[in-house]
């Protein structure tokens, strides 16, 4: 009777609520958009019309929640300087909420040719660590450095530098209350994705924290 009455109740309500219901009970995302692009891409019709439109609205619900999820974490981190220097970058993908940590000059998440990770990296990982554990999320980290020739030693080069920043991130994660089990992927892929044509600049120091809902 119980989950009768929700039904009924939730059917009565504006979309709005609507919407707001589908965020609390967390539907696996879908949405596929740019954090800047400001809509939802359009779906081919695989169904009938009552079908698309409860995908629609299941969409659009999905990226409320992901909207949601990036508009808290930029609070916690706001800064004027952070901003200008695009110091942190949030998407919604495929994957759900990708967030990409760069290591600028005023806001490095790592000291430099390190894996040790900065007192401005360790407040960012914190407010991460936060929304993650409220939110249930599984998470995926992926380090990348850049085509540095001071990271040319044979015995520690990119590849063990980029792989122990994912799994340092990994450790401050789970220090900050986030469970071991909700880390699905640490991942170091030295110089092979470079952001751009440079491999050697700087804006490919970084960290890249992918959030999905757990299903």
Same mark, same amino acid.
């Given at each position: 009777?119980?989950?009768?009455?929700?039904?009924?109740?939730?059917?009565?309500?504006?979309?709005?609520?609507?919407?707001?219901?589908?965020?609390?009970?967390?539907?696996?995302?879908?949405?596929?958009?740019?954090?800047?692009?400001?809509?939802?891409?359009?779906?081919?019709?695989?169904?009938?019309?009552?079908?698309?439109?409860?995908? $629609?609205?299941?969409?659009?619900?999905?990226?409320?929640?992901?909207?949601?999820?990036?508009?808290?974490?930029?609070?916690?981190?706001?800064?004027?300087?952070?901003?200008?220097?695009?110091?942190?970058?949030?998407?919604?993908?495929?994957?759900?909420?990708?967030?990409?940590?760069?290591?600028?000059?005023?806001?490095?998440?790592?000291?430099?040719?390190?894996?040790?990770?900065?007192?401005?990296?360790?407040?960012?990982?914190?407010?991460?660590?936060?929304?993650?554990?409220?939110?249930?999320?599984?998470?995926?980290?992926?380090?990348?450095?850049?085509?540095?020739?001071?990271?040319?030693?044979?015995?520690?080069?990119?590849?063990?530098?980029?792989?122990?920043?994912?799994?340092?991130?990994?450790?401050?994660?789970?220090?900050?209350?986030?469970?071991?089990?909700?880390?699905?992927?640490?991942?170091?892929?030295?110089?092979?994705?470079?952001?751009?044509?440079?491999?050697?600049?700087? $804006?490919?120091?970084?960290?890249?924290?992918?959030? $999905? $809902?757990?299903?």
């Amino acid at each position: 009777m119980m989950a009768l009455f929700m039904v009924l109740w939730i059917c009565a309500q504006d979309k709005k609520i609507m919407i707001a219901t589908s965020k609390y009970f967390k539907q696996p995302f879908s949405a596929v958009n740019d954090m800047t692009g400001g809509g939802i891409l359009d779906a081919q019709a695989s169904g009938s019309p009552g079908e698309d439109d409860a995908y $629609a609205k299941a969409t659009a619900a999905n990226l409320a929640f992901l909207n949601s999820l990036a508009s808290d974490l930029n609070k916690m981190i706001n800064a004027r300087d952070v901003m200008e220097e695009k110091a942190v970058e949030m998407q919604v993908t495929s994957d759900g909420l990708k967030i990409t940590l760069h290591d600028k000059t005023k806001h490095a998440i790592f000291k430099k040719s390190t894996a040790e990770i900065t007192e401005w990296g360790q407040l960012t990982l914190q407010n991460l660590a936060w929304i993650i554990d409220r939110n249930d999320l599984k998470v995926y980290i992926d380090g990348h450095t850049s085509d540095d020739d001071s990271l040319k030693d044979a015995n520690y080069g990119p590849w063990e530098l980029s792989a122990d920043r994912a799994n340092a991130a990994r450790r401050l994660l789970v220090r900050y209350a986030v469970k071991p089990e909700k880390i699905e992927r640490v991942t170091g892929y030295a110089a092979t994705k470079p952001v751009g044509s440079a491999a050697q600049a700087v $804006a490919n120091d970084r960290l890249t924290i992918s959030l $999905a $809902a757990s299903r």
